[in-house]
């Protein structure tokens, strides 16, 4: 049991141990320093204290003696060190102007360390009030006045601009917008990367390459792809597996092998670097972000617009092409199926869903619109929806558009351009009506509306399960008297259930028109044909494919007529492009025989492995007792005919031939099935 130990008696204690640790020759501690030590920090049994005072007043009275012998210095020195001496001042920390200035010093410290952030948001506020006083001031008067918007004259006869008759095939429709020109190009410019690739590392390139020389398999490839999302796996290499037989697709290896396929995936190219490199460095004017697929694109986007007439409503939206690799123009997009990729600025045919143009965003580019001199400033949105509708001014035409593209400016011009709008707008977009926005509280019955109008531009405010507004230049405020009465409401489901809530008339139109972008999507995304790929060339021509397969399916719609299912269509099309190519034409697959006229079996005896497995029938002993048991029995009938002979079992198995054989020490029929060509 440990003793205990009082504070006096564990210093002695503490003071001995470490005499003993003392080295011999020097002492640890002066009777000087040990005398400071204590008077300096008291002495253990001073309770009342009597010891430090005696101290104390032993050395006050030192201070004493040294101050009466004087200092050594001269008066003179005295004087100048007494001048270098620096002065101590006590401060009171409840004064209130020492507390000011601490403030006023701290404050002063954190805007030096913050200036050059302040600086550049400061330039940024200055950008965007030049940018404001160069946006057009509309100074719209909004009034509830007579609104005499009509629909326009509409003459043009919507569908195929070809006439179509007799036997077509998918294929026939897909060759309006893929034809042999572009299958040729991506041919040519695959052959010459990999040639290039090669040369250029050849360690690292090391498998065989043999060039495209037909277009056929230029066009099996893609019809391997257009399967691929017909009848997804989660891995390529699933497609050719044959180790599991209930996960085998059959004829896949007779369409392409697999090498092959992962060999043109590799080298799959849609560029000449030589060529079409712009000469400029990342980042200077006239650099082109999409040169590698930009003559891709030229030849194939034009197709789209000549072989179709659009019905009178347009449809703008964005796409994306789902990619998550390295790309300067990467975007996200929070309301869309796919948030990252590549953004593409689309115009579809609003009943259909047909895809007439497309531009990829690869970044603001609006310096050539807005450094013209006394030019009203145009923004992204404005710009691309104008760029879009080019060539359909003054034909009838309504552009239907969500709140990122609408605003009273864009619906101005594009009446300028003779092409009417209708779309969601944002409370906040400058110029519109701000009597028709609504408070945030208290929350208004639902199916409250109003509107206003200034000469053909009519802003609409609605409320639904949150305020929705509108501008449109076809629309009138209120329905005819001719229009039925559950046409005027529109059914939600609310607590009570299913109720009836009014309406404005331009609301079905909007919800009828706006998806034309998102039908062609939700058509491409049940059977996609893109790749998972590092690279984002590839993706962008996927995406090309998928939109091009869309539009021929729409013109096969219209042309043949009958119930389609764009799921047979894709199938027709897939087998259409594979069957003039041919795997074991072009590449063989497998081990190619020494000699054709010699029968498998007996050829490269020694890759027949031996395996031991159940014990069953020998193939060889079933067929010999089989040969001999007829020859016994050809003129004998059936009822005096022998019993056959039963043939002798093995557990020696080839896994080539998949087939029992005897091999043992009495009968070897292993080396007669391999070695001799008549067996019995």
């Not at 497609?239 to 392409?256: G, I, P, R, T």
């Not at 796919?338 to 009943?351: E, L, P, R, Y």
């Amino acid at each position: 049991m440990a003793s205990r130990v009082t504070h006096g008696e564990s210093s002695e204690w503490d003071s001995s141990e470490n005499d003993e640790n003392e080295s011999d020759f020097e002492s640890s501690e002066s009777e000087e320093e040990s005398f400071d030590d204590d008077r300096v920090y008291g002495f253990p049994n001073d309770r009342d204290g009597s010891a430090f005072n005696v101290a104390a007043e032993e050395e006050s009275s030192q201070n004493d003696e040294t101050d009466s012998q004087g200092s050594g210095f001269s008066d003179e020195e005295e004087n100048n060190i007494g001048d270098n001496v620096i002065q101590i001042a006590f401060v009171d920390e409840e004064d209130p102007e020492i507390r000011v200035a601490r403030h006023n010093v701290i404050m002063q410290t954190a805007e030096a360390a913050a200036a050059p952030e302040l600086q550049a948001q400061q330039r940024r506020r200055i950008g965007r009030q030049r940018l404001a006083n160069r946006r057009p001031d509309l100074n719209l008067q909004w009034q509830k006045g007579n609104v005499t918007n009509t629909f326009p004259m509409f003459n043009q006869r919507s569908g195929t601009v070809r006439v179509w008759g007799g036997n077509c095939t998918p294929l026939s429709f897909l060759q309006l917008f893929w034809s042999d020109d572009l299958y040729d190009f991506i041919r040519v410019q695959t052959n010459k990367n990999a040639e290039a690739k090669r040369n250029a590392n050849p360690e690292k390139h090391k498998t065989q390459w043999r060039e495209i020389n037909e277009l056929s398999e230029m066009k099996a490839f893609f019809g391997v792809c257009l399967a691929m999302g017909i009848l997804k796996l989660p891995l390529v290499e699933m497609y050719w597996q044959k180790k599991f037989s209930l996960f085998e697709v059959n004829d896949w290896s007779s369409a392409m092998s697999r090498n092959r396929f992962n060999s043109i995936m590799r080298h799959l190219k849609f560029c000449d670097e030589q060529v079409d490199k712009p000469a400029v460095e990342p980042g200077q004017p006239g650099y082109d972000k999409l040169y590698k697929v930009r003559r891709f694109l030229s030849m194939l986007l034009p197709k789209y617009e000549r072989e179709w007439i659009s019905s009178q409503w347009l449809a703008i939206d964005e796409q994306m092409i789902p990619y998550r690799g390295r790309v300067g123009f990467w975007q996200f997009i929070a309301n869309k199926p796919n948030h990252f990729g590549i953004k593409v600025w689309a115009m579809a045919d609003a009943k259909t869903g047909y895809i007439l143009k497309q531009q990829i965003y690869t970044g603001k580019n609006l310096t050539a619109v807005n450094n013209i001199e006394d030019a009203p400033y145009v923004g992204l949105a404005q710009q691309v929806v104008t760029d879009l509708v080019q060539g359909y001014g003054n034909k009838g035409y309504i552009v239907v558009t969500d709140n990122f593209y609408s605003s009273p400016s864009l619906s101005l011009k594009l009446k300028e351009m003779g092409i009417d709008s209708l779309g969601t707008v944002k409370a906040s977009s400058k110029g519109f009506a701000k009597e028709l926005v609504f408070p945030t509280k208290p929350k208004l019955q639902r199916g409250t509306s109003d509107w206003r109008n200034c000469g053909n531009l009519l802003a609409v405010s609605w409320f639904d399960n949150k305020a929705v507004y509108f501008l449109s230049t076809v629309h009138k405020p209120n329905y005819t008297r001719n229009v039925q009465q559950e046409d005027q409401v529109v059914r939600r489901r609310s607590k009570e259930g299913v109720v009836n809530i009014p309406s404005p008339p331009l609301l079905k139109d909007y919800n009828k028109y706006t998806c034309g972008i998102d039908r062609a999507d939700q058509n491409n995304r049940y059977y996609s044909v893109g790749r998972q790929c590092k690279r984002w060339p590839p993706r962008v021509v996927f995406h090309q494919l998928e939109t091009s397969i869309n539009n021929a399916f729409q013109i096969y719609k219209a042309a043949v007529p009958g119930h389609k299912s764009a799921r047979e269509f894709r199938m027709h099309l897939a087998t259409e492009l594979v069957r003039g190519y041919s795997a074991s034409q072009h590449h063989p697959v497998g081990r190619k025989r020494a000699n054709p006229d010699i029968e498998p079996r007996l050829q490269n005896v020694g890759v027949h492995p031996p395996l031991v497995g159940a014990n069953l029938v020998c193939c060889l002993c079933s067929q010999v007792a089989s040969v001999q048991h007829k020859r016994q029995c050809r003129n004998v009938p059936v009822e005096e005919q022998p019993t056959r002979k039963r043939p002798s079992r093995s557990n020696v198995y080839c896994s080539i031939c998949e087939v029992h054989l005897c091999l043992n020490s009495t009968r070897n029929c292993w080396v007669e099935w391999h070695s001799k060509s008549s067996l019995c």
